[in-house]
């Protein structure tokens, strides 16, 4: 580190005024001013204090979970120093039992040449020699200079026994060979010495897994501390954490009980205006139908009255003027042609305002009906599934279901592109159900979604007034079903009430 000089630190000169001068203390702040600093302080813990404790609980939990990781990767790495301490305690005992091993095959065949010892001797010298290897490379790994130099010395004796002992054993045996084997036996100092230098190294790796076990339990009982220390302070930082959280959360229960106060009013004016719409609706639409019906009385006894005198009239004209003015005649032809095709009009208008066939013949034969005139319009096979004989529903649910089945017909006939038909009602004691499937292109779901289709909205108002539901989708592989299902009687009327303003 660079020292700056004490020449290099600026002194104020003599005739400047200091920034404070020593005889004028600094003014403390007012009492108002630490007041609302306190009382914005105040607010702001009383708002974020749950953040604070969450960062510092997430902080010491992040903290607790490294020094359990670090501490559990040290337990770890010291069970493994034992482990490989044991298992190398297990190869030198090992290792002294194969090196004990050669030498009583050597002694075995010095005073009695069998090939057994010999075949005993090179298995024993193998085993030696692949312990040997492992050891080596466990002495390398660890890095242990002063066990390493002591099993150089053993590595190097055990080979100098087993290239002796092949030598010794090397050869057909003979009685010869075996008097010569035991004047060259290797005297027993030696292998005391080396089984001396094995049970050092054997003890020293006892002392290496016991330290690693003991540095294992120590580090158990650190992380064991810290975790309960850590948990501790959790503890105590959720406690004030809940406790803050306990007022706020009873605050946000008063406030969410005048909700839920408020909304339970609204509900209740919400079903009330529903019922009044649901009652007006329905109103609308017995309106409509008496109208419907006055509109089909006028055509048929006014205009149904005209047109025929007109057709009379224009007959008896066209039956003088035959002979004598063929073109006038033709004319009026033409205009008795006109008048049929009047009258005909005026009956299906008739027919569509007030059908007669549900009137006088009842539901079953109306929708019978009007799907075979629709069939023979648009080219359908119609197959029917209605019950054998007329029932009585009531005129406002046999028009309801009337209404309904010539809306779909219309709405197949434009859109749909069918080639069959089918109508099937149903009726038991309590309920009525209506279904008209087709084979057509199918309705798209985007429809489905669609308010501004007044059709499809007429019929499910004229079907929900009557307390029915209104099903429509489309069918696999291709075509729409509307299905309609309807109580029998009406539970109970509904007032119309005027909203007070």
Not at 185 to 192: E, G, K, R, T
Not at 209 to 217: E, F, G, K, N, V
Not at 286 to 293: D, H, Q
Request: hydrophobic share 45%; glycine share 6%.
């Amino acid at each position: 580190m660079s020292h700056v000089p004490p020449t290099a630190i600026p002194m104020i000169p003599q005739d400047e005024t200091p920034l404070f001068a020593a005889d004028e203390p600094a003014v403390p702040p007012a009492p108002e001013g630490i007041a609302r600093r306190a009382t914005r302080f105040n607010e702001w813990m009383r708002r974020y204090s749950w953040a604070v404790a969450m960062t510092v609980a997430i902080v010491i939990t992040v903290g607790g979970l490294i020094i359990l990781e670090s501490g559990r990767m040290r337990i770890a790495s010291e069970y493994e120093t034992a482990l490989e301490a044991k298992g190398a305690t297990a190869q030198l005992s090992m290792l002294a039992a194969d090196i004990a091993a050669l030498t009583a095959d050597e002694r075995g065949f010095a005073l009695k040449a069998d090939g057994a010892y010999q075949t005993h001797f090179r298995e024993a010298a193998g085993r030696v020699r692949r312990t040997l290897a492992s050891l080596d490379a466990y002495y390398r790994r660890i890095g242990d200079d002063t066990a390493l130099a002591s099993f150089a010395q053993i590595r190097a004796a055990a080979d100098d026994e087993i290239a002796q002992g092949t030598v010794r054993l090397a050869g057909p045996p003979s009685e010869a060979a075996a008097r010569d084997n035991t004047l060259a036996l290797p005297p027993p100092d030696s292998s005391a010495t080396l089984d001396a230098a094995l049970s050092l190294l054997r003890l020293n790796e006892e002392q290496r897994a016991q330290h690693a076990l003991d540095a294992s339990r120590a580090d158990q009982r650190i992380s064991t501390l810290c975790v309960g220390a850590l948990c501790a302070l959790n503890i105590v930082l959720f406690i004030l954490l809940f406790r803050n959280l306990g007022i706020q959360l009873d605050k946000q229960a008063r406030v969410q009980k005048a909700l839920i106060t408020q909304q339970e009013e609204l509900d209740q004016l919400v079903f009330a205006r529903t019922r009044q719409l649901e009652a007006l609706a329905w109103h609308l639409q017995s309106v409509s139908e008496n109208e419907k019906t006055e509109l089909a009385r006028e055509l048929h006894d006014e205009l149904g009255s005209i047109l025929t005198a007109s057709k009379m009239d224009v007959a008896w004209v066209r039956g003088k003027l035959k002979d004598s003015e063929p073109a006038m005649a033709e004319k009026l032809a033409r205009a008795l042609g006109n008048l049929d095709q009047g009258i005909a009009l005026k009956r299906r208008i008739i027919e569509d305002m007030r059908p007669t066939v549900l009137a006088n013949f009842g539901l079953v034969t109306a929708l019978r009906s009007l799907a075979d005139e629709a069939a023979q319009r648009n080219g359908w096979n119609i197959e029917f599934d209605l019950p054998g004989e007329d029932v009585k529903l009531g005129e406002a649910i046999e028009i309801a279901l009337f209404r309904v089945a010539q809306e779909t017909l219309t709405n197949a006939a434009k859109y749909a592109r069918a080639s069959r038909i089918r109508v099937a009602l149903s009726v038991d004691d309590t309920n009525v159900s209506l279904s008209i499937t087709d084979d057509g292109i199918g309705i798209r779901p985007q429809d489905l979604k669609r308010t501004q289709t007044h059709g499809l909205v007429g019929m499910r108002q004229r079907v929900s007034a009557r307390g029915g539901r209104f099903e429509i989708e489309r069918t696999s592989p291709h075509g729409t079903a509307i299905s309609v299902s309807m109580p029998r009687e009406r539970s109970g009327g509904v007032t119309i009430e005027t909203p007070s303003a």
